[in-house]
């Protein structure tokens, strides 16, 4: 071949490279872009949703029993709690937990790694223990479960405790907290009657004929347990 025809293909293989890699870097951006676009939408609260906290998920849920990485939306409903996993949580579905079969909602302390233990003086540690962990005890067909998620919304570990008692302003605001089962108002419960006041009680039926003596002996022996 000749060196101008070597020339020329070279050439040719030049633009043909120069164009795919062109192609390339144009499909890599808008996969990039549409990467970017789904997490954003995982990540907007769902339709409904009083608010939503960004949280991670430690631990709880019988098909995910160890920590997973990535965000998990917190969505605070109307009637339940919708955790809604964002593109970078490899979770599946979403876990819906009506408030009424809740039993207890509490915020604990960050639990503090042995990474974080390790590169942490005395200092950083204490400031470490912030109580942004939340602690969901509900109940599915009679199981007890505690879900169990830390606060990531905040950015720092201080932030993400303001944020949880935020959290806790907005279901008391809401009235939510009430509608959990374990804070569930029962009816008022009649104040315990002494065996002082019951036999009073008989006292004054017998005073009054009503019963007879040997009626308020046979009461004063069940209620003494003679």
């Known amino acids: ?34 990467q970017f676009a789904d997490d954003k939408a995982s990540r ?63 915020i604990t302390r960050h639990q503090i790694t042995n990474a974080e233990m390790m590169i942490a003086s005395g200092t950083d540690m204490k400031s470490m223990e912030q109580e942004n962990n939340i602690e969901i005890s509900y109940r599915v067909d009679g199981k007890l479960l505690v879900l169990r998620v830390e606060m990531l919304t905040g950015v720092s570990l201080y932030g993400q405790a303001g944020k949880c008692r935020e959290m806790m302003d907005v279901l008391r605001q809401n009235e939510i907290l009430d509608k959990f089962a374990g804070e569930k108002k029962t009816a008022a ?14 006292k004054e039926l017998l005073d009054m004929g009503v019963i007879s003596n040997e009626d308020f002996e046979e009461k004063k022996k069940q209620l003494l347990g003679l």
């Open 44 to 106: 907007a609260p769902l339709d409904g949703a009083i608010i939503r906290y960004g949280v991670t998920y430690l631990g709880g849920l019988p098909k995910y029993p160890k920590k997973l990485t990535g965000e998990l939306g917190m969505n605070i409903m109307p009637d339940c709690f919708h955790f809604h996993p964002s593109s970078t949580l490899k979770m599946e579905e979403d876990t819906i937990i009506p408030y009424s079969c809740v039993e207890k909602l509490e």
């Open 189 to 202: 419960a009649a104040p315990a009657i002494s065996v002082a006041d019951e036999l009073k009680k008989f």
């Open 1 to 34: 071949m000749a060196f101008k025809d070597l020339l020329n293909k070279g050439k040719e293989m030049a633009v043909k490279g120069a164009t795919s890699l062109k192609e390339t870097a144009s499909e890599t951006k808008e996969k990039l872009a549409q």
